[in-house]
């Protein structure tokens, strides 16, 4: 049983020294932040892909733009509306504000005022989009050198241990190896799942900026089209 003891996980950690022990709890850190922003980023994406599915087919239904805005309105009153709509209601916006103003604004200059409005939006939804993506790819490609800092740490205290040592075995020697090599484990435990996310969400990513710019194109079309027939 003694033995079991000394060899289990808590054991180890337990019995490290106090900069390794630093470096598990750094890395404990990151591993545990990082789940949390796995978690919030997947269902962030999920839903703005719900959304945005949704509002195109609404959109491409041959919906009456007003309309579509006035449906929106208490949502963007809650500060509720995210992704794509967010986007249609920028260019709307100021399409309608500037066709307000009569002659004194030529179509090039209403669209030119749509299509600066659209790019803005988009500015800010791709901060949501991307948002804690950096930092999923700072601890995935950091934690393992971190890790790996704490074991040659644990290994070079092992080893300085055994020049005060008469005889020395393999025995007294794998204790402080072991306390060390939880450490790199620990590096990649935190660093495998934040990789993995980053690089799954990134794509998600990608696409969803992508077809948000689609969208941006083609309603500009639309406006381009109404401003021009009237």
Known sequence: ??????VSLWG???????????????????SVISWVMIIQRGLYLSRAKRAMNVFERRFWSGADLNQLFREGNARA???KMDGVESIFRAGFTEFTRLRQQ??????????EGVERSMRVAMSREQ?????????????????????????????????RGLATMHQATIATVAPGISEALVATAMGLFA??????????YSAKA????TSYETFAEEFSSILHRKVHSS
Do not use: C
């Open 1 to 6: 049983m003694n033995a079991g003891e000394h």
């Open 12 to 30: 180890l950690i337990q019995n490290a020294s106090l900069l390794v022990q630093l470096v598990m709890l750094l890395l404990l850190t990151a």
């Open 77 to 79: 009153e809650r500060g």
């Open 102 to 111: 009569g002659r004194s604004s030529s179509p090039e200059a209403v669209m």
């Open 127 to 159: 901060e949501k989009v991307e948002m804690n993506l950096p930092f999923l790819a700072s601890v995935g490609s950091v934690s393992p050198y971190v890790g790996l800092f704490g074991t040659v740490w644990g290994i070079m205290n092992s080893f």
């Open 191 to 200: 660093a495998i799942p934040a990789v993995l996310s980053y690089n799954r």
């Open 206 to 209: 990608d696409w969803l900026l």
